[in-house]
């Protein structure tokens, strides 16, 4: 199915070659307006200085040129020169019926996108600012495949450095085969916690602990394995968390710190030789243009310590090379929290220095605000531990339960521990997605859970009133039925159906999934009026019926897969 928009603005960029020549052609001047047309062309009045003339002529000119024949009513030119564009009910109806409302054609389709997202810590808890670092990059992920784009996932988990010197002590310390090493993969802060404690109070642990560090980075083969077996715990842990989220990261895209450690020392090396880095109090520094401190003093970012070993900013431009050289990206996203804003800055802007990050190649830090407690504070515990992010997860599904069994659907209980997955689960990353990303938002079960408002029950209660509808309608002799529209709802219902893959190009280009939340809420919202006015199994004749049970069944389409693209199913009942 073609977009809406670029289908008016191919015709308005012909329009304009025709009246006034090629060098006046622009592509975009359609937007969406929902008051007095379908759509708003703003183009005559930017045009008005260059052309010297009055906007309202030239949108005269614009629309006589204009051949929109079969898919627009007249346009109108409104106020000082904006043109109204308003769709045939036929051309609405005949585009729906070509079934394809969830085919999109992408104007960027077959791109690399590379989107590092999710990026949790060896040994460490997954917490809640890695849950929306996870459910965002999932959602942008689905987007931009279900587009056409080629994704390459990097989790870029946390699975290197000075820590693992503490941690590999600890392990041999209680036993690679003992029970507290297992539990690495339940519950991982208690085991870095240990480690930790026993670094700060017992010098000869922290002694071996440092050693252990220099026997990692220098390849020593027997630490190598007991590092391969702590990352095996953890890798169990992350992938119970994933598989409880329904996101699509497998092993195959574990890209961690640790498979950059033979670059780092190339990396300083070609810096060096570039005239980028020099050393400065013993470490080695790159001052990237244009980052000052307080006081205008050029700001370092430190590539390898005055002690020679290489850090989190090292690593990352390592991975900015891997991510164009070999994995051949043009575009990469870096979906992490908005605190690192700074730290993608100078990565980002050395990089292109270095030559490593061609012009062509978009790089974008999609920046992951807070989650907050209903304190207004980052999200803890009553006695102040970061929250569990299983725990929370499990708790959105235990009270998803006893919302069904309050409701009188007569499910059998495998039924209903699916649904309640589904719909817990859904409530947790829809309540994520729904906000713009870069913003913050406190976490409230109760708001997520609600089955009204901008909220995954809400949406998935009408997809699972649809279907509930089109089990009603024995038969599916509608699906071949032609779409009528008739009435102003059900016209309506259309423009919002037909608006879908407007709304995914807008995520991909601008990775929002926010607005795609917003949409799909607008749609339900469009069905449910529909409904309200329009009956469907007990409307006036059979074809009308049979368009309107068509008509119900696209709404249902473009809801699943919307919801689909953000990682959220629709139950077969609710
Ligand atoms: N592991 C890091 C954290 O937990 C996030 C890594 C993000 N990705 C990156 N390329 N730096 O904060």
Redesign the pocket.
Known sequence: MPSLTSLLNDRFALALEQSFGEEFTRRDPVIRSSQFADFQANVALPLAKELKSKPRDIATTIVANLDLEGICETPEISGPGFINLTFTPEFLASTLNQGTATEIESETSGARIVI??S???VA?EMHV??LR?TVVGDALARTHEYVGNTVVR?N???DWGTPFGMLIEHLLDVGIESETAKDISANPNAFYQAARAKFDSDEAFATRARARVVALQGGDEQTFELWERLVGFSRIYFNHIYSLLDVTLTDEDLAG?SIYNDDLAAVCAELEEKGLARISDGALCVFPEGFTGREGEPLPLIIRKSDGGYG?AT??LA?VRHRVRTLRADRAL????TP?AM??EM?FSIARAAGWLPEEVAVEHVKIGNVLGDDGKILRTRSGAPVRLAELLNEAVARAKTTLQESNAEFSPEEEAEVAQIVGIGAVKYADLSVAHDTSYAFDLDRMLAPIGNTAPYLQYAGARIRSILRKADGDAFTAAPIHLGEAAERDLSLAILGFSDVLAEVVAGSTPHRLCTYLFDLAQSFTSFYEQCPVLIAESAEVRDSRLRLSQTVLEVLEAGLGVLGIRVPERM
């Open positions: 590092d997202y990026a949790p810590n460490k600012g890695h670092t990097q870029h988990i946390g710190e989190y690593t990352d991975a870096y979906v992490v929290g690192q730290h993608f990565v």
